[in-house]
């Protein structure tokens, strides 16, 4: 049998040989291509229109989960472009393509993003929005009632070239850019950010330094995750050099991390710092972001709380017409000027770009209001508690503890955002990971503390009352 909890609100992702094996993904790719099919060619005789287009990450195990995925597509009559080793952002941007005068119907981009080497996954979109949710939950359970259907070998695809026009659209984009002098480093994680970055900043003359370019799926310098520190340890010490400012990609190069010599700079302040270059700008964040981010946007434009997760945030952000719609941990979807998905690349060059431009990062940083932020915090449970736990907390919250901080309002978009007189605490179960999420924001250092000591309080008593049923 299948393990159900690989489909996950916005992608599908597990274990290799564990959860992803051979009939698993040839049935993925099967029962998913018929869904391409009935959406997207109407009843026609035609079904063998259905172009989907399909890359892969560094992994080791990638390239054998593309030929299953190919057998399945080619079983359910859709026809498979494959364009081989590319980051997600190129998957996505071959999606505005034209093959053969026709543009794909649907996308699949083989990852495990920035989870351990032991993971792989699938990020789906059909007519350029996200496949998820109810529909990868439904996905699930059509294969767990057809999981002995057998799918014949059929790895034949068609080689796509994306890269090649991928690299020309960003040199015609930042060409403004060619020669600036700022010295800075790129840490790709060997991950597969450098299949295409460092063609695109050669091109534009720019002075840098990359680390750990070379993808390489074993990751061996460091786990392709910018958002912990320690993956940043390599980065920071170059950083106490010559080199002015640095940045850091997950494993598919979705996702950027920023930093300056002073600061990391988080998805949810960038986001703030591009508003700051737009007019009237709508800007979607998630609910980790810094209560300032949305303060400050809302003095002239507007900004708008949703849940996290990368196909959440981009349907919302066409649901909006919004400019930008950022996650804290570096997730920026830029619909101003691009085509509103992820692109960690794309990300990199719109903040060369503001420094071009002569925005100094760190005294903008210091210029906000002060408050005291903890790190995403992360606590291990199971995939199957992890959602019980959460519903115990909001029950728990109906009459809290008399020494509870005072609560002045509880957004649960998704998770528990628990907002207090002089900040917020957060706590959310991860979509991709066996982990409740927390993160915990005041005007002070103490009270940020407070916060979290009783909302881990909550937690405790939560589980407590789980475990013993």
């Not at 957004?411 to 066996?434: C, H, K, M, Q, Y």
Request: contains cysteine; proline residues 3%; hydrophobic residues 35%.
């Amino acid at each position: 049998m299948i393990n159900q909890t690989i489909f996950r609100e916005y992608d599908i992702r597990g274990i290799i040989d564990k959860d992803l094996n051979e009939q698993s993904v040839k049935l993925i790719g099967y029962f998913l291509g018929l869904e391409i099919c009935k959406r997207t060619c109407k009843g026609s005789e035609n079904a063998k229109s259905s172009k989907v287009v399909v890359g892969f990450d560094a992994r080791t195990h990638s390239p054998l989960l593309f030929e299953y995925l190919c057998s399945g597509l080619n079983a359910s009559s859709c026809e498979v472009l494959g364009m081989g080793l590319v980051a997600t952002g190129v998957n996505y941007f071959s999606s505005f393509m034209d093959f053969d005068g026709q543009k794909p119907e649907a996308s699949v981009m083989i990852t495990g993003s920035h989870n351990t080497k032991e993971y792989n996954g699938f990020k789906i979109t059909i007519s350029n929005l996200p496949f998820f949710g109810e529909d990868i939950y439904a996905l699930g359970e059509k294969i767990k009632q057809n999981y002995k259907k057998e799918i014949p070998n059929n790895t034949s695809y068609k080689k796509i070239n994306v890269k090649t026009p991928y690299i020309a659209y960003m040199l015609d984009e930042f060409s403004h850019l060619k020669n600036m002098k700022n010295k800075f480093v790129i840490d790709c994680g060997n991950g597969v950010a450098d299949t295409v970055l460092s063609q695109i900043l050669d091109g534009l003359k720019l002075d840098y330094k990359g680390l750990f370019c070379n993808p390489d799926g074993t990751f061996p310098n460091h786990h392709p995750d910018p958002s912990e520190e320690e993956n940043l340890k390599d980065l920071k010490a170059e950083l106490k050099g010559v080199y002015e400012f640095g940045f850091a990609f997950d494993g598919d190069a979705d996702r950027i991390a920023f930093l300056t010599k002073k600061h990391n700079v988080k998805g949810d302040i960038l986001a703030l710092l591009f508003a700051k270059t737009m007019k009237n700008p709508v800007i979607i964040g998630e609910v980790k972001c810094t209560q300032i981010m949305y303060d400050l946007i809302n003095e002239n434009g507007k900004a708008i709380m949703y849940k996290t997760g990368h196909s959440n945030l981009k349907v919302k952000l066409k649901e909006e017409n919004a400019d930008l719609a950022a996650e804290v941990s570096g997730h920026i979807f830029f619909n101003d000027r691009y085509f509103g998905f992820d692109d960690a690349i794309y990300a990199c060059l719109r903040i060369l770009e503001l420094i071009f431009n002569g925005m100094n990062i760190d005294k903008e940083i210091e210029s906000l209001p002060k408050v005291y932020s903890s790190e995403e915090l992360k606590i291990k449970t199971s995939d199957e508690e992890k959602f019980i736990i959460i519903e115990k907390i909001k029950k728990l919250l109906e009459s809290p503890i008399k020494d509870f901080p005072k609560i002045k309002d509880i957004i649960d978009v998704d998770g528990l955002r628990i907002v207090f007189e002089d900040g917020w605490g957060l706590v959310r179960a991860s979509n991709t990971s066996p982990v409740l999420v927390t993160r915990f924001e005041a005007k002070s250092k103490e009270l940020s503390e407070l916060y979290k000591q009783k909302i881990n309080e909550l937690i405790l008593d939560a589980k407590s009352c789980n475990s013993s049923k």
